[in-house]
């Protein structure tokens, strides 16, 4: 079994910052991607940022620039350093990543329980 658990959520003003953290645990064999995705009240589940593998990255154009997803290869942890809040970026916080264990020669997706981050003007 894999368990991703997210960490760092919390209230902040705007233009503040915070770290977001997932560490993935259990099972693993080998993890290819791992991504962020956020939730507000009444909207659809977007994705934040994405890093593969091999370390490429990609944003969603509303975070592009304010903020940076890393991995820790050797912890399974994926970081999400949000720069430059503002009152929008308030949402639930996902990470997801897809894992391979010793299920077969698979990538299976995984889901975290989410973070909340509120951000205040």
């Known amino acids: 079994q894999v368990q991703l658990v997210e960490s760092g959520g919390g209230l902040v003003q705007a233009g503040g910052s915070l770290r977001l953290s997932c560490a993935a645990s259990?099972?693993?064999?080998?993890?290819?991607?791992m991504r962020w995705y956020r939730q507000a009240p009444g909207k659809q589940r977007e994705l934040v940022a994405g890093?593969?593998?091999?370390?490429?990255?990609n944003y969603a154009d509303s975070v592009k620039g304010r903020f940076t997803i890393s991995r820790d290869n050797g912890k399974n942890t994926v970081y999400l350093q949000m720069n430059s809040l503002k009152p929008e970026d308030t949402a639930v916080y996902y990470c997801?990543?897809?894992?391979?264990?010793?299920?077969?020669?698979?990538?299976?997706?995984?889901w975290g329980q989410g973070t909340q981050v509120t951000v205040s003007s």
């Open positions: 997801n990543a897809d894992v391979r264990t010793d299920r077969g020669p698979y990538n299976y997706r995984y």
């Open positions: 890093i593969i593998s091999g370390g490429s990255t």
């Open positions: 259990g099972n693993i064999f080998s993890i290819n991607a």
